[in-house]
């Protein structure tokens, strides 16, 4: 399938489980994928495994001239920019806001919201150029509620749906879609590895049994769904939220014979 033929999509966070699951599919349905990452080892050895068509760019995603940088990079070596996916984010170690410093706060709000607005900014002007194209914004279940131990990452999530909201109206006109997805728990170093400061993971606190989806997600399952907002499909789709927890946000599916 070559759905994405004469596409060029940024990945933020590509080479992580999320984000490499996005990549190494877009390229496989024809799109040029420029994965951005800090993680430069991960982000040269998928470029190189994935051949022609596939660019890693070093990039910071809390830095704005980092953000230029990449985006003359994806332009220059694909000729336009129609796709980003701003999926780069952190989690906080688990705290009680009275226990959480600053400079914590200030980390995860840089480069999960800081990170996105820069990202807007940035690749804006050149999906304009490429004559319009998709923007998804990825944010999280906890970006619908509150989640103890989590403000920072709560609070970036949930700033994350008003910014997207926003571009959906700033971008309409230059046929520029922007929309959220907003998965619940799924299966990435995300949660099975403890954030920096921290010894606890969140696969530690989460078992999927109660949920009407009785397992965790799966990066592919995230990705179904990123390539529908990202294609021609959901041309009529902007300033819109996806949910895809398996039922998470339902709450416990209650069975007949535990009652
Ligand atoms: N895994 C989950 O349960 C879950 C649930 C809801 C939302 N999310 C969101 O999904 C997205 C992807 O997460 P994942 O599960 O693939 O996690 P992951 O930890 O596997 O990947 C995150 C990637 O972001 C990169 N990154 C971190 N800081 C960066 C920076 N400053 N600039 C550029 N890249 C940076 C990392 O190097 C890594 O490749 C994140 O935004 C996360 O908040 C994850």
Known sequence: ?????????????????????????????GANVVIGDI??????????????????????V?????WSAAVAEAEKAFGALTILVNNAG???????????????WARILDINLTGTFLGIKAAAPALRRAGGGSIINIASTMGLGGTALYAPYVASKWAVRGLTRTAALELGRDN????????????????TEPAAGSDAPIADFYSPEPFAVPRLGQPADITALLLFLASPHAAFVTGA????DGGLLLGPALQKEAA
């Open 1 to 29: 399938m070559s759905r994405f033929a004469d596409q060029t999509v940024l990945v933020t966070g590509g080479t992580g489980g999320q984000g490499a699951s996005h990549v190494r599919a877009l390229h496989a349905e």
């Open 39 to 60: 993680d430069a080892e991960g982000g040269a050895g998928l470029a190189a495994e994935l051949g022609a068509g596939a660019l890693f760019v070093r990039l910071d």
């Open 62 to 66: 809390s830095q704005e001239e980092s």
């Open 90 to 104: 952190v989690q906080n170690p688990p705290a009680l806001i009275e226990s959480t410093d600053r400079a914590t």
């Open 176 to 191: 520029i879609r922007v929309n959220a997805i907003h998965p619940g728990v799924v299966a990435t170093a995300f949660i």
């Open 241 to 244: 939220e996806y949910v895809i």
